[in-house]
């Protein structure tokens, strides 16, 4: 499947029941939709009012140092009074908040109730270790209860939490330490994923051998094998929540609507991960009505959101989001096929999903095992399905729709970024749908798709992808570095200021939105989002390689997958030892979610005259396509 190969099809159209739109939240997009343009002040100010605020806002939005936007101005709050103490007051603290359940078959479960006394407990742990608000704290953990016990902990105590996906290794995880100059880290033993351990702890060690500003780190205990635990250094999460300290009494901080919330750290174009800044105010008023708007969230659901917490997938709509709407959720630890490939079907049945929210590589690589795995299972609790990551191909999605939705079930295919913070282009329940497009913007949002002056493209025209207008839960800065903020996503429409996204779109006749992937040196791998330089420089690092140059190849299942040229040392030979011993240095360097499937020793990489790699001419070459303009090629 080739980015070219998803052709805008407007002939095909999946159309909602009565019975849906009647029960939908928003049963008329158009007109709700031109309300929020009309009134986005208006529009934006009235959604805040539905949570709780300490003390209101004066302003709604204050554009005046754009685009540096800030949001509800003034206004005092903290994302866990509305993710959690608000519930305490109400008949919802006995609401189960959380089921999760670990790959090993372990079954945990949390009411409002518990949640908060256990994020109470350890927001206690973290002040008596010093951490105070504005301090930056950093979680590398796998997917427990714990993760978001300690990002509400966080969040709690107005500390700025930094988490990083478990998928990610050594010298990736000392880089964003260093960014984020993180005194405190917060890990777990290992992660259970495929019946192997993910070793976790020995990861944080050696990251902190490189990056050694972390003065203390907990450690939860999950797997359970031999860890090296570093006096003085390092604790056990269990032996700290024992003490007197982990009262299950604590107060939340008062938070400035625009206090810092979260880094998140995602790849663009250079090599050093970008730490993308979102805040407590916008971010819980976007977050919260965009699930509720797009998933119809109603008190008896569960909703399920297969991602991990680690990323924005997770922290918005894991953590905050359906927390906040005091909705039951379910975490899953593992991977989706083990031990047999129902093992996402079975818990569907189970615990009687309601909505399930995942992304097309998960969807491809389960269709792959053919139709008599979920058909043996009792899916008919599930109402509505979501996609998110990364293009949905129509057989994918038409898979989804029928073999899982037993073509009840819309599809909810959400476009949007860690820099938007949430849902940007996507369905609402009552609209009609056309498989591999996100339909059209959410109310409050304007998009559009245009050429390099600027100008809108013509219907079926690829374009750039470009956001008008600001929205409460867009990013507010690039970590430490508000030059790159600028340079990265309003220099290229600056007099206009626009958001460029990176990505590249059309929209057909009826205004429909089709993504077409990335413009720019990311590539999504199975959804994951990594950067050729961070890559490059990881394959460089290695004593063999003089010069390495990344691309992504389409794949069935992967969406792409990694392929890397390599110019090695003088006096190096490649071979296929050479081959392996490069995966695993990019493994133990970078993380496992990043090793190229296929390296290739070169003698030479297409460049411009200016040095530039021409990715665009390897990918030509890899694929077996023209080349196309090799004007600027060096020789
Ligand atoms: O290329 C788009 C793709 O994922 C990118 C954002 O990646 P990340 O920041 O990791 O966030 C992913 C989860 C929100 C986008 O620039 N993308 C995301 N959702 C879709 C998508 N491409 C097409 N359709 C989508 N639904």
Not at 193 to 221: F, M, T, W, Y
Not at 492 to 513: E, F, N, P, T, V
Request: proline content about 5%.
């Amino acid at each position: 499947m080739s980015d070219k190969e998803f052709q805008t099809n407007t002939s095909e159209w999946f159309y909602p029941t009565e019975d849906i739109i009647k029960n939908a939240h928003i049963p008329d997009y158009d007109t709700v939709y031109q309300q929020a343009i009309d009134d986005p002040i208006g529009f934006w100010g009235e959604q805040a009012e539905s949570l709780e605020w300490y003390q209101k806002w004066d302003q709604v939005l204050d554009d005046s140092n754009a685009p540096f936007y800030k949001w509800f101005i003034g206004g005092k709050t903290n994302i866990v009074l509305n993710a959690l103490d608000r519930h305490q007051k109400t008949w919802r603290r006995n609401k189960i908040a959380i089921i999760w359940e670990g790959e090993d078959g372990e079954k945990r479960s949390f009411s409002y109730w518990r949640l908060n006394q256990e994020v109470c407990k350890f927001a206690n742990v973290l002040r008596s270790m010093g951490v105070r608000k504005g301090d930056t704290v950093t979680i590398y953990m796998g997917r427990t209860p714990e993760i978001v016990i300690a990002m509400l902990a966080c969040a709690k105590v107005g500390a700025i939490h930094s988490v990083i996906y478990g998928g990610f290794s050594e010298q990736a995880i000392a880089d964003r330490i260093e960014d984020a100059k993180s005194r405190v880290l917060i890990t777990s033993d290992g992660a259970w994923l495929r019946g192997q351990i993910v070793p976790l702890k020995n990861n944080v060690d050696q990251a902190i051998d490189r990056s050694p500003i972390v003065e203390h780190v907990i450690v939860v205990k999950r797997t359970g094998q031999d860890v090296t635990m570093v006096q003085g250094r390092d604790y056990w999460y269990h032996d700290l929540m024992a003490l007197p300290i982990a009262s299950t009494r604590c107060e939340t901080e008062v938070m400035d609507a625009e206090d810092p919330l979260f880094i998140l750290y995602t790849s663009g174009t250079t090599g050093k991960p970008k730490g993308i800044l979102h805040t407590h105010g916008g971010y819980q008023v976007y977050t919260s009505t965009t699930l509720n708007w797009v998933f119809d969230i109603k008190d008896d659901d569960r909703w399920w959101c297969a991602a991990d917490p680690g990323w924005i997938t997770g922290h918005s709509y894991i953590v905050y989001a359906p927390l906040i709407l005091g909705a039951t959720s379910i975490i899953y630890e593992g991977a989706p096929t083990y031990p047999y490939p129902d093992r996402w079907w079975r818990i569907v049945e189970d615990y009687g999903v309601t909505i399930l929210y995942t992304a097309p590589t998960a969807i491809r690589g389960l269709m792959r095992f053919g139709d008599a795995w979920p058909n043996r299972r009792d899916l008919s609790s599930l109402r509505l399905l979501g996609s998110v990551g990364e293009p949905i191909n129509p057989e994918a999605w038409k898979w989804f729709y029928n073999v899982i939705g037993k073509g009840r079930c819309p599809i909810m295919d959400t476009w949007w970024q860690t820099e938007t913070g949430g849902f940007m282009i996507t369905p609402v329940p009552s609209v009609g749908l056309k498989p591999g497009s996100a339909t059209r913007p959410f109310p409050g949002i304007v998009v559009d798709v245009v050429d390099e002056d600027g100008n809108t493209c013509a219907p079926n025209e690829d374009g750039k992808l470009v956001i008008k207008t600001p929205w409460p839960s867009m990013l507010r800065t690039v970590w430490g570095d508000d030059q790159r903020y600028l340079n990265q996503y309003w220099a290229a429409y600056k007099d206009k200021g626009w958001y460029l996204a990176g990505d590249s779109a059309r929209k057909d006749d009826d205004g429909y939105i089709w993504v077409i992937g990335r413009i720019d040196d990311v590539i999504k791998v199975s959804g994951y989002r990594l950067g050729t330089a961070e890559i490059e420089s990881g394959l460089v690092s290695h004593h063999a390689v003089a010069e390495a140059a990344v691309i992504g190849v389409p794949d069935e299942v992967k969406g792409n997958i990694i392929y890397a040229y390599c110019i090695l040392v003088a006096g190096q030979t490649g071979s296929d030892d050479l081959v392996k011993a490069l995966r695993e240095h990019i493994r133990h360097e970078v993380g496992p979610i990043a090793m190229p499937s296929k390296i290739e020793f070169v003698d030479k990489l297409p460049k411009t005259r200016s040095g530039k790699i021409m990715r665009r001419v390897l990918k030509a070459r890899a694929m077996g396509l023209p080349e196309g303009d090799l004007s600027t090629l060096e020789d």
